[in-house]
């Protein structure tokens, strides 16, 4: 079975830094990662930062410019990063993809999501 495994979260101080990233294990045939989304406490979980055609991104508006999205094919790695963070960025931050698998010699297609990890911004 395919996985995301989430990870460089933390806390960190306004202003500062992170880069998370997003990786997929398993019997891959193919992936397409789809993005990063975040849920804060109390709020409904929110696309973040997406790819879309022809290599390009979408933003969330509250984080275009401080946040950019990328990606290593070769290691089915997803990134984020995050600069210029601040308080209202802290949530925790999921990554998406579709997948196709391998599986008993046959293919089957499924919608993945991670675990997520946890951003606290300090103020």
């Known amino acids: 079975q395919v996985q995301l495994v989430e990870s460089g979260g933390g806390l960190v101080q306004a202003g500062g830094s992170l880069r998370l990233s997003c990786a997929a294990s398993g019997s891959i045939f193919s992936i397409n990662p789809k993005g990063w989304y975040r849920q804060a406490p109390g709020k409904q979980r929110e696309l973040v930062a997406m790819f879309i055609s022809g290599g390009w991104a979408k933003y969330l508006d509250s984080v275009k410019g401080r946040f950019t999205i990328s990606r290593d094919d070769a290691k089915n790695t997803v990134y984020l990063q995050m600069n210029s963070l601040k308080p209202e960025d802290t949530a925790v931050y999921y990554c998406?993809?579709?997948?196709?698998?391998?599986?008993?010699?046959?293919?089957?297609?499924?919608?993945?999501w991670g675990q997520g990890t946890q951003v606290t911004v300090s103020s």
């Open positions: 998406n993809a579709d997948v196709t698998g391998e599986s008993g010699g046959g293919y089957y297609f499924d919608e993945v």
